[in-house]
């Protein structure tokens, strides 16, 4: 037997061991949290501090002068800029629902084996896998007015001639059924996953007490799928603030400015005008949108609770 | 024995007779890396046929060209965000002439550029004079105009050739069918082939980036007698004349009346389209001279040996031919600049800029481009020095990019119809003042 007392008995030698115990969760930590500070949290730090500047991109268009928040209400002032956010969440609340749509249905529909059914389920997922860019340029070319393949086919079913990327609202259109062509199968892979993790008994248990095909979609699978189908909104919603490549590639914003989403005036800001803190302070405002978009959907509806009280329910 | 030699050095000179061979290496090292230069390059045919040479000037001189080639966009962003007073990425830029007061108080002065070495400083003179404007900036020529891009008008020659056409045209119009030498005559020639459904455009417009139709709307209002901005009192100033301007606009719209389907969005790709792979093609529209090689490669143009070039037509005020020229510059910070102005000096010489000129593609250098060798197989050749004689430049100004949106947006809106002309023109004028004023101007 030792004769040395346990550690934790001797108050001398107890504290130093118990704050190096207190310490090292954090040391560990530590380079993790490094990391992600300088990647994550850095940049947004550095981002709402150039906000608070006039901040040229190029050295040659004048000097670096602090405005606190004059970027911010000259923003407020600016409809272009109110402009862009309209048609940005215009874009996000039409196209999203109807990707939704889409992909749910597609995988209600393909939720079951049949043959060549992985081939299928395979081959709906091809848009996704196309780069934005080409995507976009791939649409601006189907929608030429002259040479494009969507007006042949339209003109040879009699339709008149439309110049889809002339005119105002057929581009905004045009670039909303692009990110719906190109994004529902995301919606579908991520609810397809969703639907084959729903137990099989739930269902059996349903169909044995005699709810029908339409009972047992509302009363079970909506439910139980929930979760899923709020994450695949929110990461569609955080990826549609983004949009980008596709857009520009397809309209640069036009016609006029039917087309300017915010992310392209994002980019006009920084890049055309030289209005590095301008873009700076619509970079920290679409911050600010996507945490509202992400704090209703999944505080509100993501929580432990609700979510066991609507599988319950 | 060597063993004994080494052991009786004293310390001191082993460690200095070390630090002096190292001390040789790293200059030899800096020596070499300082025979490589970084030049950014717009991307279009001009610069890409350059590079086919660009091998012998490496040999000739011993310095390596890194080259970085960009959409003229993306040019512009880079050399925003990578060239400062103190710093840089690059020991030669091309920049855009709307560009220059952005860049010039970052560049250095042709005049401190310092002699070749193995090629002889280029004479500014050398440079056609319509041109050399495009690198003047507050009294200094910062840098050297490098190609000669300003609008030449391309008309199909083979439709105002053609005997039918000609007697149709004149018993309808009462005047000959030609190259149009005014507004009206392009308009009732391009009516004439468009309502007739041998064309698919009777005129090409542009309605691709904002730099784009700007100059279009500057050519037309030009063209109708008004200038758009001017500089009055060491600062830019709105000075249209409103109903000149909207006369201008009006026209326009006629003109996009018989332009080929989805012309509201056109760039150069589908301008380019239209007038080489469409098999009706366009009657008649400008191009840029950059862009001649492309349209007279008979492998990607149908019209390729079909084309007459001309002056632009005149408006009420008369002609107008809108700029659009390059200039290479030196960044101040620069830690290469004798090398880069080596590269320059090779790329403007006359032999080079003669074989460009062979290549279809077009220097400043006015020597090459009035070689009397290419007067018969250049015909563009002449168009452009007939155009340069009513060479006009869009305003400079730093803000000049918000301004281009700004006549953008509207500029389209009313040729297009989605807006009355009188009330475009106004937004334009209200808009553009706007911006001048919170500029400081």
Redesign the interface.
């Known amino acids: 037997m030792s004769s040395r007392k346990p550690v934790t008995d001797s108050p001398r030698a107890g504290r130093p061991e118990g704050k190096a115990r207190t310490r090292a969760p954090f040391l560990f930590l530590a380079p993790a949290i490094l990391i992600v500070f300088a990647v994550l949290i850095f940049p947004i730090i550095f981002s709402l501090f150039v906000s608070t500047w006039d901040w040229p991109l190029s050295e040659g268009a004048g000097i670096r002068r602090f405005v606190g928040l004059g970027n911010y209400t000259a923003l407020t002032r600016d409809p272009e800029f109110w402009n862009s956010l309209k048609l940005q969440l215009g874009f996000i609340f039409i196209a999203i629902p109807i990707e939704l749509l889409f992909g749910f249905s597609a995988a209600l529909l393909l939720n079951r084996e049949f043959f060549g059914s992985r081939i299928v389920r395979s081959l709906l997922l091809l848009p996704v896998f196309f780069l934005p860019i080409l995507s976009g340029m791939t649409w601006r070319f189907m929608l030429q007015p002259r040479y494009g393949p969507l007006n042949a086919l339209l003109i040879s079913l009699g339709a008149p001639e439309i110049t889809w990327l002339g005119n105002p609202s057929t581009a905004y259109a045009a670039i909303i059924i692009q990110d719906i062509w190109r994004m529902w199968p995301f919606m579908f892979m991520l609810l397809y996953a969703g639907l084959t993790a729903i137990p099989q008994e739930l269902m059996e248990a349903a169909e044995i007490d005699g709810a029908g095909y339409w009972r047992r979609l509302g009363s079970v699978t909506i439910p139980l799928m929930i979760p899923t189908i709020l994450t695949a909104i929110l990461l569609r919603i955080i990826d549609a603030l983004r949009v980008f490549s596709e857009v520009y590639v397809m309209t640069e914003g036009g016609p006029g400015s039917a087309t300017m989403l915010f992310s392209l005036y994002t980019q006009r800001q920084a890049f055309g005008y030289q209005k590095v803190g301008m873009a700076s302070a619509m970079a920290i405002f679409l911050l600010i949108v996507s945490i509202v978009f992400a704090l209703t959907l999944v505080r509100r509806n993501m929580s432990l609770d609700v979510l066991e009280e609507k599988a319950g329910g | 024995m060597i063993y004994f030699h080494w052991e009786n050095k004293p310390k001191e000179a082993l460690m200095k007779k070390t630090l002096t061979i190292l001390a040789l290496a790293l200059v030899l090292v800096a020596m070499v890396s300082a025979q490589t230069i970084n030049v950014l390059f717009w991307d279009d045919a001009y610069p890409r046929t350059l590079m086919e040479r660009i091998p012998e000037f490496e040999k000739a001189t011993g310095i390596k060209v890194n080259i970085e080639i960009l959409q003229p966009?993306q040019v512009?962003?880079k050399?925003?965000?990578s060239?400062?007073?103190d710093r840089t990425d690059y020991d030669l830029v091309c920049v855009d002439e709307g560009n220059i007061p952005?860049?010039?108080?970052?560049m250095l002065p042709y005049d401190q550029w310092a002699p070749g070495k193995v090629f002889k400083k280029v004479d500014p003179n050398t440079v056609t004079p319509a041109m050399l404007d495009v690198a003047q900036w507050d009294g200094k020529l910062i840098g050297l105009p490098i190609n000669g891009n300003l609008y030449v008008w391309m008309t199909r020659k083979d439709l105002i050739e053609n005997p039918k056409y000609k007697a149709d045209f004149k018993a309808k119009y009462g005047y000959d069918l030609g190259v149009p030498q005014t507004f009206q005559q392009m308009l009732d020639m391009g009516t004439f082939f468009y309502s007739n459904g041998i064309v698919?455009g009777g005129f090409g417009p542009f309605?691709?980036?904002?730099a784009g139709v700007f100059g279009e709307a500057i050519f037309m209002w030009e063209s109708y007698g008004t200038h758009f901005i001017e500089w009055k009192g060491g600062k830019p100033t709105l000075v249209v004349d409103k109903a000149k301007a909207v006369q201008g606009m009006e026209f326009y719209k006629k003109l996009m009346a018989i332009a080929?389907?989805?012309?509201?969005?056109m760039a150069h790709v589908?301008r380019q389209?239209?007038f080489c792979a469409?098999p009706k093609g366009v009657f008649t529209q400008f191009i840029w001279p950059a862009q001649i090689a492309s349209y007279e490669d008979p492998d990607k143009s149908l019209v390729a040996g079909k084309i007459v070039y001309s002056a632009p037509p005149a408006g009420p005020a008369g002609r107008f031919a809108i700029r659009g020229t390059w200039a290479v510059n030196i960044p101040l910070a620069s830690k290469n600049k004798e090398a880069a102005a080596e590269f320059v000096y090779w790329w403007a010489s006359k032999e080079i800029a003669t074989w460009l000129v062979e290549k279809n593609t077009v220097p400043a250098r006015t020597d090459a481009l009035t070689d009397p060798r290419f007067a018969k197989s250049k015909p563009w050749l002449a168009a452009i020095a007939d155009s340069m004689k009513y060479a006009a430049a869009r305003p400079r100004f730093?803000?000049v990019?918000?301004v281009q949106?700004i006549v953008?947006?509207?500029w389209?809106?009313g040729i297009?119809g989605?807006m009355p002309c009188d009330e475009a023109m106004q937004k334009i004028i209200d808009e553009t003042n706007d911006v001048l004023k919170k500029a400081g101007y």
């Open positions: 966009p512009f962003t050399t925003s965000v060239v400062s007073k952005l860049f010039a108080s970052l698919s309605n691709g980036g904002p080929p389907k989805g012309a509201e969005t589908e389209a239209a469409d730093k803000e990019a918000q949106d953008k947006k509207y389209i809106m297009t989605q």
